[in-house]
Protein backbone atom coordinates (compact mmCIF):
# COMPACT_ATOMS: atom_id res chain seq x y z
CA UNK A 1 0.00 0.00 0.00
CA UNK A 2 2.88 2.53 -0.64
CA UNK A 3 2.17 3.07 -4.32
CA UNK A 4 0.62 6.34 -4.32
CA UNK A 5 -1.24 7.75 -7.44
CA UNK A 6 -1.26 11.63 -7.67
CA UNK A 7 -5.49 11.74 -8.59
CA UNK A 8 -5.85 15.25 -7.29
CA UNK A 9 -6.11 16.80 -11.24
CA UNK A 10 -9.03 19.08 -12.36
CA UNK A 11 -12.16 17.60 -13.15
CA UNK A 12 -12.65 19.75 -15.95
CA UNK A 13 -9.53 18.84 -17.70
CA UNK A 14 -10.70 14.85 -17.10
CA UNK A 15 -14.28 15.88 -18.66
CA UNK A 16 -12.13 17.24 -21.22
CA UNK A 17 -10.89 13.71 -22.51
CA UNK A 18 -12.60 11.99 -26.03
CA UNK A 19 -15.10 9.56 -25.80
CA UNK A 20 -15.78 9.07 -22.56
CA UNK A 21 -17.23 5.80 -20.81
CA UNK A 22 -20.55 6.10 -19.33
CA UNK A 23 -20.71 5.24 -15.82
CA UNK A 24 -23.94 3.69 -16.04
CA UNK A 25 -22.39 0.89 -17.68
CA UNK A 26 -20.45 -0.21 -15.34
CA UNK A 27 -23.14 0.04 -12.85
CA UNK A 28 -25.38 -2.16 -15.03
CA UNK A 29 -22.56 -4.58 -15.13
CA UNK A 30 -22.13 -4.33 -11.36
CA UNK A 31 -26.03 -4.89 -11.05
CA UNK A 32 -25.67 -7.61 -13.85
CA UNK A 33 -23.36 -9.10 -11.97
CA UNK A 34 -24.94 -9.08 -8.32
CA UNK A 35 -28.31 -10.81 -10.23
CA UNK A 36 -25.87 -13.32 -11.53
CA UNK A 37 -24.39 -14.65 -8.04
CA UNK A 38 -28.22 -14.38 -6.67
CA UNK A 39 -29.43 -16.55 -9.44
CA UNK A 40 -26.27 -19.18 -8.99
CA UNK A 41 -27.14 -19.17 -5.43
CA UNK A 42 -30.84 -19.97 -6.20
CA UNK A 43 -29.80 -22.48 -8.68
CA UNK A 44 -27.05 -24.37 -6.38
CA UNK A 45 -30.13 -24.55 -3.55
CA UNK A 46 -32.25 -26.02 -5.86
CA UNK A 47 -29.26 -28.15 -6.82
CA UNK A 48 -28.42 -29.01 -3.56
CA UNK A 49 -32.68 -29.63 -2.86
CA UNK A 50 -32.75 -31.89 -5.92
CA UNK A 51 -29.59 -34.15 -5.11
CA UNK A 52 -31.29 -34.48 -1.58
CA UNK A 53 -34.38 -35.75 -3.72
CA UNK A 54 -32.31 -38.26 -5.38
CA UNK A 55 -30.38 -39.16 -1.81
CA UNK A 56 -34.04 -39.79 -0.54
CA UNK A 57 -36.05 -41.90 -3.60
CA UNK A 58 -32.52 -43.83 -3.63
CA UNK A 59 -33.08 -44.26 0.33
CA UNK A 60 -36.70 -45.32 -0.79
CA UNK A 61 -36.21 -47.45 -3.12
CA UNK A 62 -33.64 -49.51 -1.33
CA UNK A 63 -36.40 -50.12 1.32
CA UNK A 64 -38.72 -51.07 -0.96
CA UNK A 65 -36.40 -53.85 -2.16
CA UNK A 66 -36.00 -54.61 1.04
CA UNK A 67 -39.53 -55.42 1.56
CA UNK A 68 -39.66 -57.09 -1.98
CA UNK A 69 -36.93 -59.54 -0.56
CA UNK A 70 -39.40 -60.26 2.48
CA UNK A 71 -41.91 -60.91 0.99
CA UNK A 72 -40.26 -63.10 -1.78
CA UNK A 73 -38.73 -65.06 1.47
CA UNK A 74 -41.90 -65.34 2.98
CA UNK A 75 -43.99 -66.53 -0.06
CA UNK A 76 -41.02 -69.29 -0.50
CA UNK A 77 -41.52 -70.61 2.87
CA UNK A 78 -45.33 -70.90 2.16
CA UNK A 79 -44.49 -72.62 -0.79
CA UNK A 80 -42.21 -75.02 1.03
CA UNK A 81 -45.17 -75.51 3.74
CA UNK A 82 -47.79 -76.22 1.11
CA UNK A 83 -45.39 -78.44 -0.68
CA UNK A 84 -44.64 -80.67 2.67
CA UNK A 85 -48.64 -80.53 3.86
CA UNK A 86 -50.10 -81.32 -0.17
CA UNK A 87 -46.91 -84.25 0.52
CA UNK A 88 -48.52 -85.43 3.55
CA UNK A 89 -52.10 -84.99 2.46
CA UNK A 90 -51.43 -87.53 -0.39
CA UNK A 91 -49.88 -90.16 1.96
CA UNK A 92 -53.09 -89.91 4.21
CA UNK A 93 -55.00 -90.35 1.36
CA UNK A 94 -53.31 -93.36 -0.05
CA UNK A 95 -53.66 -94.88 3.35
CA UNK A 96 -57.49 -94.02 4.18
CA UNK A 97 -57.74 -95.86 0.44
CA UNK A 98 -55.95 -98.84 1.85
CA UNK A 99 -58.03 -98.88 5.00
CA UNK A 100 -61.47 -98.69 3.09
CA UNK A 101 -60.41 -101.55 0.95
CA UNK A 102 -60.03 -103.56 3.72
CA UNK A 103 -63.14 -102.25 5.96
CA UNK A 104 -64.80 -103.57 2.55
CA UNK A 105 -63.69 -106.28 2.38
CA UNK A 106 -64.33 -106.82 5.86
CA UNK A 107 -67.66 -105.98 5.04
CA UNK A 108 -67.91 -108.45 2.32
CA UNK A 109 -66.64 -111.23 4.77
CA UNK A 110 -68.97 -110.32 7.31
CA UNK A 111 -72.13 -110.36 4.75
CA UNK A 112 -71.03 -114.10 4.02
CA UNK A 113 -70.77 -115.10 7.36
CA UNK A 114 -74.16 -113.87 8.38
CA UNK A 115 -75.43 -115.72 5.17
CA UNK A 116 -73.85 -118.72 6.83
CA UNK A 117 -75.10 -118.48 10.17
CA UNK A 118 -78.70 -118.06 8.55
CA UNK A 119 -78.33 -121.00 6.17
CA UNK A 120 -76.93 -123.34 8.82
CA UNK A 121 -78.24 -121.86 12.52
CA UNK A 122 -75.44 -120.75 14.78
CA UNK A 123 -74.11 -124.63 15.94
CA UNK A 124 -73.92 -125.45 12.42
CA UNK A 125 -72.43 -122.22 11.40
CA UNK A 126 -69.60 -122.85 14.14
CA UNK A 127 -69.37 -126.57 12.78
CA UNK A 128 -68.37 -125.41 9.52
CA UNK A 129 -66.34 -122.35 10.31
CA UNK A 130 -64.33 -123.62 12.85
CA UNK A 131 -64.24 -127.61 11.79
CA UNK A 132 -65.16 -128.47 14.98
CA UNK A 133 -64.96 -133.08 15.52
CA UNK A 134 -65.53 -132.69 18.97
CA UNK A 135 -67.52 -130.42 21.89
CA UNK A 136 -63.89 -129.40 23.47
CA UNK A 137 -62.64 -129.02 20.42
CA UNK A 138 -65.40 -126.88 19.23
CA UNK A 139 -64.66 -125.04 22.71
CA UNK A 140 -61.23 -124.58 22.03
CA UNK A 141 -61.97 -123.15 18.46
CA UNK A 142 -64.93 -120.86 19.64
CA UNK A 143 -62.46 -119.15 22.14
CA UNK A 144 -59.60 -118.92 19.71
CA UNK A 145 -62.67 -117.18 17.25
CA UNK A 146 -63.63 -115.02 20.04
CA UNK A 147 -60.35 -113.79 20.91
CA UNK A 148 -59.82 -112.93 17.07
CA UNK A 149 -63.22 -111.26 17.07
CA UNK A 150 -62.23 -109.16 19.76
CA UNK A 151 -58.75 -108.62 18.06
CA UNK A 152 -60.55 -107.75 15.00
CA UNK A 153 -63.06 -104.87 16.95
CA UNK A 154 -59.91 -103.51 18.31
CA UNK A 155 -58.66 -102.89 15.04
CA UNK A 156 -61.45 -101.55 13.47
CA UNK A 157 -62.23 -98.80 16.34
CA UNK A 158 -58.23 -98.23 15.73
CA UNK A 159 -58.91 -97.82 12.03
CA UNK A 160 -61.81 -96.12 12.73
CA UNK A 161 -59.99 -93.50 14.77
CA UNK A 162 -57.32 -93.23 12.66
CA UNK A 163 -59.75 -92.23 9.63
CA UNK A 164 -61.24 -89.63 11.93
CA UNK A 165 -58.20 -87.99 12.89
CA UNK A 166 -56.58 -88.17 9.11
CA UNK A 167 -60.17 -86.47 8.60
CA UNK A 168 -59.85 -83.73 11.14
CA UNK A 169 -55.89 -83.16 9.76
CA UNK A 170 -57.15 -83.01 6.49
CA UNK A 171 -59.94 -80.35 6.95
CA UNK A 172 -56.91 -78.44 8.65
CA UNK A 173 -54.67 -78.94 6.50
CA UNK A 174 -56.82 -77.70 3.55
CA UNK A 175 -57.91 -74.58 5.62
CA UNK A 176 -54.15 -73.77 6.27
CA UNK A 177 -53.46 -74.37 2.58
CA UNK A 178 -56.41 -72.16 1.93
CA UNK A 179 -54.72 -69.42 4.35
CA UNK A 180 -51.16 -70.05 2.60
CA UNK A 181 -53.09 -69.35 -0.63
CA UNK A 182 -54.26 -65.96 0.79
CA UNK A 183 -50.95 -65.11 2.17
CA UNK A 184 -49.55 -66.01 -1.35
CA UNK A 185 -51.95 -63.81 -3.03
CA UNK A 186 -51.32 -61.19 -0.49
CA UNK A 187 -47.55 -61.64 -0.76
CA UNK A 188 -48.03 -61.37 -4.60
CA UNK A 189 -50.18 -58.36 -4.81
CA UNK A 190 -48.01 -56.36 -2.36
CA UNK A 191 -44.53 -57.31 -4.70
CA UNK A 192 -46.71 -56.38 -7.54
CA UNK A 193 -47.16 -52.88 -5.63
CA UNK A 194 -43.51 -52.68 -5.00
CA UNK A 195 -42.75 -52.94 -8.19
CA UNK A 196 -45.24 -50.64 -9.41
CA UNK A 197 -43.51 -48.17 -6.56
CA UNK A 198 -40.27 -48.98 -7.74
CA UNK A 199 -40.62 -48.17 -11.41
CA UNK A 200 -42.19 -45.13 -10.73
CA UNK A 201 -39.65 -44.03 -7.63
CA UNK A 202 -36.59 -45.12 -10.66
CA UNK A 203 -38.34 -42.78 -13.13
CA UNK A 204 -38.45 -40.01 -10.95
CA UNK A 205 -34.61 -40.61 -9.30
CA UNK A 206 -34.04 -40.37 -13.49
CA UNK A 207 -35.81 -37.19 -13.78
CA UNK A 208 -33.92 -35.35 -10.90
CA UNK A 209 -30.64 -36.66 -12.23
CA UNK A 210 -31.66 -34.76 -15.35
CA UNK A 211 -33.08 -31.64 -13.21
CA UNK A 212 -29.66 -31.91 -11.15
CA UNK A 213 -27.61 -31.99 -14.48
CA UNK A 214 -29.51 -29.14 -15.83
CA UNK A 215 -29.00 -27.25 -13.05
CA UNK A 216 -25.36 -27.88 -12.80
CA UNK A 217 -25.20 -26.92 -16.40
CA UNK A 218 -26.65 -23.63 -15.34
CA UNK A 219 -24.41 -23.04 -12.81
CA UNK A 220 -21.23 -23.52 -15.07
CA UNK A 221 -23.00 -20.78 -17.50
CA UNK A 222 -23.66 -18.61 -15.05
CA UNK A 223 -20.46 -18.33 -13.55
CA UNK A 224 -19.22 -17.68 -17.33
CA UNK A 225 -21.58 -15.01 -17.50
CA UNK A 226 -20.12 -13.76 -14.12
CA UNK A 227 -16.58 -14.03 -15.07
CA UNK A 228 -17.33 -12.05 -18.83
CA UNK A 229 -19.19 -9.09 -16.15
CA UNK A 230 -15.72 -9.22 -14.04
CA UNK A 231 -13.54 -8.79 -16.51
CA UNK A 232 -15.51 -5.87 -18.48
CA UNK A 233 -15.90 -4.51 -14.83
CA UNK A 234 -12.01 -4.72 -14.68
CA UNK A 235 -11.41 -3.34 -17.93
CA UNK A 236 -13.87 -0.17 -17.29
CA UNK A 237 -11.81 0.34 -14.55
CA UNK A 238 -8.72 0.30 -15.94
CA UNK A 239 -9.93 2.89 -18.17
CA UNK A 240 -10.44 5.38 -15.47
CA UNK A 241 -6.83 4.80 -14.45
CA UNK A 242 -5.63 5.56 -17.94
CA UNK A 243 -7.76 9.04 -17.75
CA UNK A 244 -10.99 7.83 -19.67
CA UNK A 245 -12.98 8.01 -16.96
CA UNK A 246 -13.76 11.27 -14.18
CA UNK A 247 -13.49 10.73 -10.80
CA UNK A 248 -17.53 11.28 -10.62
CA UNK A 249 -17.64 8.70 -13.01
CA UNK A 250 -15.41 6.16 -10.98
CA UNK A 251 -17.08 7.35 -8.32
CA UNK A 252 -21.00 6.51 -9.99
CA UNK A 253 -18.88 3.07 -10.75
CA UNK A 254 -17.80 1.98 -7.84
CA UNK A 255 -20.75 2.89 -5.36
CA UNK A 256 -22.52 -0.31 -6.04
CA UNK A 257 -20.12 -2.68 -5.75
CA UNK A 258 -18.01 -0.56 -2.40
CA UNK A 259 -21.61 0.27 -0.47
CA UNK A 260 -23.00 -3.16 0.48
CA UNK A 261 -19.13 -4.38 1.64
CA UNK A 262 -18.58 -1.17 3.29
CA UNK A 263 -21.83 -1.43 5.11
CA UNK A 264 -21.25 -4.96 6.26
CA UNK A 265 -18.28 -4.24 8.19
CA UNK A 266 -19.07 -0.95 9.74
CA UNK A 267 -17.46 1.41 7.25
CA UNK A 268 -18.79 4.70 5.79
CA UNK A 269 -19.05 3.86 1.59
CA UNK A 270 -17.56 7.27 1.04
CA UNK A 271 -14.00 6.84 3.00
CA UNK A 272 -13.45 3.50 1.43
CA UNK A 273 -13.83 5.02 -1.81
CA UNK A 274 -11.81 7.40 -0.76
CA UNK A 275 -9.31 4.78 0.16
CA UNK A 276 -9.39 3.69 -3.03
CA UNK A 277 -9.22 6.54 -5.35
CA UNK A 278 -6.04 7.60 -3.60
CA UNK A 279 -4.51 3.72 -3.68
CA UNK A 280 -5.27 2.74 -6.99
CA UNK A 281 -7.34 5.10 -8.41
CA UNK A 282 -9.44 2.38 -9.51
CA UNK A 283 -7.65 0.35 -11.02
CA UNK A 284 -7.87 -3.18 -10.09
CA UNK A 285 -5.19 -4.49 -11.58
CA UNK A 286 -2.63 -2.03 -10.13
CA UNK A 287 0.22 -4.04 -8.59
CA UNK A 288 2.84 -1.83 -6.28
CA UNK A 289 6.28 -2.21 -5.92
CA UNK A 290 5.92 -3.20 -2.42
CA UNK A 291 3.60 -6.27 -3.83
CA UNK A 292 0.42 -4.72 -2.96
CA UNK A 293 -2.22 -5.87 -5.58
CA UNK A 294 -5.80 -3.76 -7.14
CA UNK A 295 -8.12 -1.49 -5.97
CA UNK A 296 -7.40 -0.91 -2.06
CA UNK A 297 -3.23 -1.87 -2.61
CA UNK A 298 -3.43 -4.99 -0.32
CA UNK A 299 -0.59 -6.76 0.71
CA UNK A 300 -0.76 -10.51 -0.20
CA UNK A 301 0.73 -11.50 3.55
CA UNK A 302 -1.86 -9.35 5.14
CA UNK A 303 -5.01 -10.59 2.89
CA UNK A 304 -4.01 -14.05 3.98
CA UNK A 305 -4.68 -13.46 7.38
CA UNK A 306 -8.63 -13.07 6.56
CA UNK A 307 -8.21 -16.01 3.93
CA UNK A 308 -7.57 -14.75 1.00
CA UNK A 309 -5.16 -15.71 -1.34
CA UNK A 310 -3.46 -13.50 -3.49
CA UNK A 311 -5.34 -14.67 -6.75
CA UNK A 312 -8.50 -13.54 -5.45
CA UNK A 313 -7.26 -9.95 -4.40
CA UNK A 314 -7.23 -9.03 -8.14
CA UNK A 315 -10.97 -9.89 -8.47
CA UNK A 316 -12.63 -6.35 -7.27
CA UNK A 317 -15.00 -7.43 -5.18
CA UNK A 318 -12.73 -9.99 -3.43
CA UNK A 319 -9.66 -6.97 -3.01
CA UNK A 320 -12.66 -4.72 -1.36
CA UNK A 321 -13.57 -7.64 1.45
CA UNK A 322 -9.60 -7.56 1.89
CA UNK A 323 -9.51 -3.68 2.61
CA UNK A 324 -12.43 -3.28 4.50
CA UNK A 325 -11.36 -5.98 6.94
CA UNK A 326 -8.35 -4.71 7.52
CA UNK A 327 -9.38 -0.70 8.06
CA UNK A 328 -12.66 -2.25 9.99
CA UNK A 329 -9.66 -4.16 12.07
CA UNK A 330 -7.58 -0.92 12.65
CA UNK A 331 -10.54 1.35 13.42
CA UNK A 332 -11.57 -1.25 16.76
CA UNK A 333 -8.10 -1.92 17.55
CA UNK A 334 -6.38 1.23 19.03
CA UNK A 335 -6.34 0.38 22.29
CA UNK A 336 -6.57 3.97 23.41
CA UNK A 337 -8.93 5.84 25.37
CA UNK A 338 -11.22 7.32 22.84
CA UNK A 339 -11.64 10.53 25.11
CA UNK A 340 -8.19 11.45 24.75
CA UNK A 341 -8.05 11.36 20.99
CA UNK A 342 -10.94 9.43 19.81
CA UNK A 343 -11.61 12.01 17.05
CA UNK A 344 -8.44 11.46 15.39
CA UNK A 345 -9.39 7.24 14.97
CA UNK A 346 -10.36 7.59 11.44
CA UNK A 347 -7.13 9.52 10.63
CA UNK A 348 -5.08 7.15 12.47
CA UNK A 349 -6.48 3.83 11.24
CA UNK A 350 -5.53 5.93 7.78
CA UNK A 351 -2.01 5.96 8.88
CA UNK A 352 -2.14 2.44 10.33
CA UNK A 353 -3.68 1.49 6.87
CA UNK A 354 -1.07 3.47 4.86
CA UNK A 355 2.00 2.59 6.95
CA UNK A 356 1.42 -0.57 8.63
CA UNK A 357 -0.89 -1.10 11.46
CA UNK A 358 2.34 -1.34 14.05
CA UNK A 359 2.97 2.61 13.02
CA UNK A 360 -0.48 2.87 15.10
CA UNK A 361 0.68 1.34 18.44
CA UNK A 362 4.32 3.35 17.50
CA UNK A 363 2.46 6.79 17.82
CA UNK A 364 0.48 6.08 21.05
CA UNK A 365 3.31 4.45 23.16
CA UNK A 366 5.48 7.15 21.78
CA UNK A 367 2.62 9.83 22.93
CA UNK A 368 2.09 7.90 26.51
CA UNK A 369 6.04 7.84 26.90
CA UNK A 370 6.47 11.92 25.88
CA UNK A 371 2.69 13.67 26.19
CA UNK A 372 4.35 17.09 26.45
CA UNK A 373 5.83 16.96 23.12
CA UNK A 374 2.45 16.05 21.56
CA UNK A 375 -0.77 17.12 21.68
CA UNK A 376 -2.14 13.65 20.04
CA UNK A 377 -0.43 10.46 18.87
CA UNK A 378 -1.55 11.42 15.45
CA UNK A 379 0.54 14.46 15.83
CA UNK A 380 3.30 12.47 16.53
CA UNK A 381 2.54 10.32 13.43
CA UNK A 382 2.37 12.90 10.96
CA UNK A 383 5.34 14.17 12.57
CA UNK A 384 7.61 11.36 12.57
CA UNK A 385 6.40 9.07 9.13
CA UNK A 386 6.58 10.94 6.06
CA UNK A 387 4.27 10.82 3.80
CA UNK A 388 1.19 9.85 5.91
CA UNK A 389 -0.39 13.63 7.23
CA UNK A 390 -0.94 14.05 3.08
CA UNK A 391 -2.37 10.66 2.89
CA UNK A 392 -4.28 11.06 5.38
CA UNK A 393 -5.64 14.65 4.59
CA UNK A 394 -6.39 13.48 1.32
CA UNK A 395 -8.22 10.86 2.13
CA UNK A 396 -10.42 12.76 4.08
CA UNK A 397 -11.41 15.48 1.80
CA UNK A 398 -12.24 12.43 -0.91
CA UNK A 399 -14.58 11.51 1.53
CA UNK A 400 -16.14 14.48 2.04
CA UNK A 401 -16.27 15.24 -1.32
CA UNK A 402 -17.97 11.91 -2.11
CA UNK A 403 -20.43 12.54 0.65
CA UNK A 404 -21.71 15.91 -0.11
CA UNK A 405 -22.70 14.14 -3.88
CA UNK A 406 -24.47 11.23 -2.08
CA UNK A 407 -25.74 7.62 -3.24
CA UNK A 408 -25.82 7.98 -6.90
Not at 162 to 179: D, F, N, S
Request: aromatic residues 6%; hydrophobic residues 40%.
Amino acid sequence: MQVRWPLVLAAGAMLLMSTPVQAASLTQLQQEQQAIRQKISSTRSAYGRTTSQITGTASQIQSLNGLLLADEARVSSLNLQITATETKITREVAQLAVTHRHLVHETSLMKDQVLLMEEHGPVGYLSVVLGATSFSNFITRLLVMAQLAQMGSHLVTEIQATYHQQQVEKLALQTQKAGLATLEAQAQAAANQVASTLSYQQALEGQLQAQALSEQHSITSLNSQLSQITREIQALLAQFASGFLSRRQLFDALYPLVAPIANQYGLSPYLVLGVITEESGGNSKIVSSTGAIGLMQVEPYTASDYGISPAQLYNPEENVVAGCQILAALLGSSGFPASTWGAYSESMALVGYNAGPGTVDESIQEYKSNPSAYPTPLSWAYTNIGGVQSYATNIEALQALYQSWGAP
